[in-house]
Antibody, heavy 120, light 110 residues
Framework: QVQLQESGPGLVKPSETLSLTCTVS??????????WSWIRQPPGKGLEWIGY???????NYNPSLKSRVTISVDTSKNQFSLKLRSVTAADTAVYYC????????????WGQGTLVTVSS | QSALTQPASVSGSPGQSITISCTGT?????????VSWYQQHPGKAPKLMIY???KRPSGVSNRFSGSKSGNTASLTISGLQAEDEADYYC??????????FGGGTKLTVL
């Protein structure tokens, strides 16, 4: 059974960088059949796709966030990470990591999510 | 990259059927059979219910079904049960801007 777990600070100051890591167990981030996604959900609002990374390091980002986002993968630790720069209060959200199918473009396993609040 | 359009809310009584629509454009829903649907209960992570328009993952009840016509995809839930009360989100592949979600629909079981 694949499991994903987000980790990182729950509070980030405005203008700083939000950094989260997703640890994968029961599966490998090196699998060529999947990509590894970040999705967020502001309190009381809908889901927003942030981006994903393939094991090779190839990435794809939401155009609205592209200038501030970096997703990376560490195959040796079976982890992938999210960095979001220059955050504002609008970046306050629950951040989810997920496993996506390359063929069907859907996310079949999700982490439980972690709330990140941007506040001074 | 605009969000897909879903009704804000739908409701139905136990045993009834409901349908949630998801309207996109010819750049996303209309061009690809890569529409997925997610169920989210309060405080929980989304759960995949339908992928590739009409396929069900193992373990998902056959009361859930998906379809697509033109730029609009639909999720139908038959034989409504109390546990189906949740938020539902559609998602579509969108080519160069790969992923777009719908705004979400709150399903109330009366």
């Amino acid at each position: 059974q694949v499991q994903l777990q987000e980790s990182g600070p729950g509070l980030v100051k405005p203008s700083e960088t939000l950094s989260l890591t997703c640890t994968v167990s029961g599966g490998s981030v090196s699998s060529g059949s999947y990509y590894w996604s970040w999705i967020r959900q502001p309190p009381g609002k809908g889901l927003e796709w942030i981006g994903y990374i393939y094991y090779s390091g190839s990435t794809n980002y939401n155009p609205s966030l592209k200038s501030r986002v970096t997703i990376s993968v560490d195959t040796s630790k079976n982890q992938f990470s999210l960095k979001l720069r220059s955050v504002t209060a609008a970046d306050t959200a629950v951040y989810y990591c997920a496993r996506g199918s390359v063929d069907g473009d859907y996310d079949d396993y999700w982490g439980q999510g972690t709330l990140v609040t941007v506040s001074s | 990259q605009s969000a897909l359009t879903q009704p804000a809310s739908v409701s139905g009584s136990p045993g009834q059927s409901i349908t949630i629509s998801c309207t996109g454009t010819s750049s996303d829903v209309g061009s690809y059979n890569l529409v997925s649907w997610y169920q989210q209960h309060p405080g929980k992570a989304p759960k995949l219910m339908i992928y590739e328009v009409n396929k069900r993952p193992s373990g998902v009840s056959n009361r859930f079904s998906g379809s697509k016509s033109g730029n609009t995809a639909s999720l139908t839930i038959s034989g409504l049960q109390a546990e189906d009360e949740a938020d539902y989100y559609c998602c579509s592949y969108a080519g160069s801007s790969p992923r777009v979600f719908g705004g979400g629909t709150k399903l109330t079981v009366l």
